[in-house]
């Protein structure tokens, strides 16, 4: 028996690869499902079931297109309703891969229909649970995403403290815990770093495992501090519920290539959002007018979701050669499906093209601070999220995080100059670029950030405080 965890950082999420004498389990796949029946070619292995911890609200799931493409069965726990066949399993279910045993523990809270799938090696030990994101190393799963008419936060709460209890706490310590995600998701509030742990030392360091902890204290602590939601959450659970285009579909729509001239009479036919992904110092030298930025390589697909309100909204891209099926892909595991094609060539395909452009000011950290200290005046606004700016910011920067870009939109004044910065340059690119292609044009973007202002001139006035 062997288990290979397959970790995406984008989406700080875990997918699992579990095979025992020919036979495959797959947990939680990400959309995209070649890795997975290569990996089962590679090893000569035959992918039976899909196992699903529940219906996934901040990626789009394989399960799909993996049972489509290899017979395999896709399964859920218990209260789930999907669109398409799959097999409903009973709590205490066992199911065999090879000599392999699995069995499905019923966890509702985080969402009614959770399970945890744990797993007997071939010699019927209790060897590892596939936690979904009811456990997570560090934390536990937020109980506000499937709220219903005759379910509150506090009722999932409720329910998830008594699923961690009843089915998680009483299993032997030396079990390997394998979440759903680790530190980045959306889906909790103080996951670790870490992708892996045993259950012994999450119960002595999650804070939600705590011994003698009352429900009342449980959930309390769960339910403070929550942020709202990404917008797409539910648009994704509907998906993964409801089902979806196949990917190879999607990826053959959107990496059609276009000419500039193509590229423009679709744009301008189509209402298309002009997304371009390089990165931002690229991004800053030269643009299509009124394209916005948000680079590939951050935290791409969760920006994407966070930023781009209608899940429908026809996109045409603007990418660096050889990355445009990757950029696809990463769309697609948010749900963005409506890609209608790439500019062949990229921004240089334009510029030669003789066609518009725009740019970004973009100035480096010692411009800034020389600006600064000669001016202590000037309007700065960081767009980083609440508790970052709370732990530390340049003296009279105003907090307008890009996660509300358009509840701050109406402070800002379009005839006045404002130097905008996040941590380290990637967010700041994305909020100006949103900003320019709304008719904001005086915004001038700080390269590298806050953490470069405050390590190479500590001595820039840096205020705090406790909110």
Same mark, same amino acid.
């Given at each position: 028996?062997?288990?290979?965890?397959?970790?995406?950082?984008?989406?700080?999420?875990?997918?699992?690869?579990?095979?025992?004498?020919?036979?495959?389990?797959?947990?939680?796949?990400?959309?995209?499902?070649? #890795?997975?029946?290569?990996?089962?070619?590679?090893?000569?292995?035959?992918?039976?079931?899909?196992?699903?911890?529940?219906?996934?609200?901040?990626?789009?799931?394989?399960?799909?297109?993996?049972?489509?493409?290899?017979?395999?069965?896709?399964?859920?726990?218990?209260?789930?309703?999907?669109?398409?066949?799959?097999?409903?399993?009973?709590?205490g279910?066992?199911?065999?891969?090879?000599?392999?045993?699995?069995?499905?523990?019923?966890?509702?809270?985080?969402?009614?229909?959770?399970?945890?799938?744990?797993?007997?090696?071939?010699?019927?030990?209790?060897?590892?649970?596939?936690?979904?994101?009811?456990l997570f190393?560090?934390?536990?799963?937020?109980p506000?995403?499937?709220?219903?008419?005759?379910?509150?936060?506090?009722?999932?709460?409720?329910?998830?403290?008594?699923?961690?209890?009843?089915?998680?706490? #009483?299993?032997?310590d030396?079990?390997?815990?394998y979440?759903?995600?680790?530190?980045?998701?959306?889906?909790?509030?103080?996951?670790?770093?870490?992708?892996?742990?045993?259950?012994?030392?999450?119960?002595?360091?999650?804070?939600?495992?705590?011994?003698?902890?009352?429900?009342?204290?449980?959930?309390?602590?769960?339910?403070?501090?929550l942020?709202?939601? #990404?917008?797409?959450?539910?648009?994704?659970?509907?998906?993964?519920?409801?089902?979806?285009?196949?990917i190879?579909?999607?990826?053959?729509?959107?990496?059609?290539? =276009?000419? #500039?001239?193509?590229?423009?009479?679709?744009?301008?036919?189509?209402?298309?959002?002009?997304?371009?992904?390089?990165?931002?110092?690229?991004f800053?030298?030269?643009?299509i007018?009124?394209?916005i930025?948000?680079?590939?390589?951050?935290?791409?697909?969760?920006?994407?979701?966070?930023?781009?309100?209608?899940?429908?909204?026809?996109?045409?891209?603007?990418?660096?050669?050889?990355?445009?099926?990757?950029?696809?892909?990463?769309?697609?595991?948010?749900g963005?499906?409506?890609? =209608?094609?790439?500019?062949?060539?990229?921004?240089?395909?334009w510029?030669?093209?003789?066609?518009?452009?725009?740019?970004?000011?973009?100035?480096?950290?010692?411009?800034?601070?020389?600006?600064?200290?000669?001016?202590?005046?000037?309007?700065?606004?960081?767009?980083?999220?609440?508790?970052?700016?709370?732990?530390?910011?340049?003296?009279?920067?105003?907090?307008?995080? =890009?996660?509300?870009?358009?509840?701050?939109?109406?402070?800002?004044?379009?005839?006045?100059?404002?130097?905008?910065?996040?941590?380290g340059?990637?967010?700041?690119?994305?909020?100006?670029?949103?900003?320019?292609?709304?008719?904001?044009?005086?915004?001038?973007?700080?390269?590298?950030?806050?953490?470069?202002?405050?390590?190479?001139?500590?001595d820039?006035?840096?205020?705090?405080?406790?909110?």
């Open positions: 028996m062997k288990i290979e965890q397959i970790y995406t950082g984008c989406l700080a999420q875990g997918a699992y690869f579990i095979f025992s004498e020919g036979e495959a389990a797959v947990v939680d796949p990400l959309r995209e499902i070649t #890795p997975y029946i290569q990996k089962a070619q590679k090893e000569n292995v035959k992918i039976k079931y899909v196992l699903e911890t529940h219906f996934h609200a901040d990626f789009v799931s394989g399960h799909i297109d993996l049972a489509d493409a290899t017979g395999a069965t896709i399964v859920f726990g218990p209260n789930a309703n999907p669109s398409f066949k799959a097999h409903i399993a009973k709590d279910e066992e199911l065999k891969v090879g000599k392999a045993t699995i069995k499905v523990l019923h966890t509702p809270g985080h969402t009614m229909e959770s399970a945890t799938y744990l797993l007997f090696d071939e010699k019927g030990k209790e060897y590892a649970i596939f936690s979904g994101d009811t190393i560090g934390d536990v799963g937020r506000d995403l499937a709220v219903k008419s005759d379910l509150t936060v506090n009722d999932l709460a409720g329910i998830l403290f008594d699923s961690l209890r009843n089915k998680i706490m #009483p299993l032997p030396h079990i390997i815990v979440p759903a995600h680790g530190a980045g998701s959306a889906c909790g509030k103080h996951m670790s770093k870490e992708t892996i742990d045993t259950l012994g030392n999450q119960k002595k360091t999650n804070y939600a495992l705590r011994a003698n902890m009352t429900k009342a204290e449980f959930i309390k602590e769960v339910t403070s501090g942020l709202p939601p #990404p917008f797409y959450f539910p648009l994704n659970a509907r998906l993964n519920k409801e089902g979806y285009s196949s190879t579909d999607v990826i053959q729509k959107g990496t059609k290539a =276009l000419n #500039p001239e193509e590229f423009e009479q679709v744009a301008n036919k189509t209402g298309a959002l002009l997304l371009d992904v390089r990165d931002q110092a690229s800053a030298k030269g643009f007018p009124n394209s930025n948000i680079g590939i390589d951050g935290n791409f697909a969760p920006w994407v979701g966070a930023l781009i309100t209608d899940i429908n909204q026809p996109i045409l891209l603007i990418t660096d050669e050889g990355r445009e099926e990757e950029t696809v892909v990463r769309l697609a595991r948010v963005y499906d409506n890609t =209608l094609g790439h500019l062949k060539g990229g921004f240089n395909a510029k030669n093209a003789g066609k518009e452009t725009d740019h970004v000011n973009s100035i480096s950290v010692q411009t800034f601070v020389d600006t600064y200290k000669a001016n202590p005046n000037i309007s700065i606004i960081d767009v980083r999220k609440a508790n970052e700016y709370q732990s530390g910011h340049i003296m009279d920067a105003i907090n307008l995080p =890009l996660d509300n870009i358009n509840d701050g939109m109406p402070l800002i004044d379009k005839n006045k100059t404002y130097y905008v910065h996040c941590a340059g990637y967010r700041s690119m994305i909020y100006t670029s949103i900003l320019k292609s709304r008719g904001y044009d005086n915004l001038i973007n700080i390269e590298n950030g806050f953490k470069s202002i405050v390590a190479e001139y500590p820039t006035k840096v205020s705090s405080c406790v909110c």
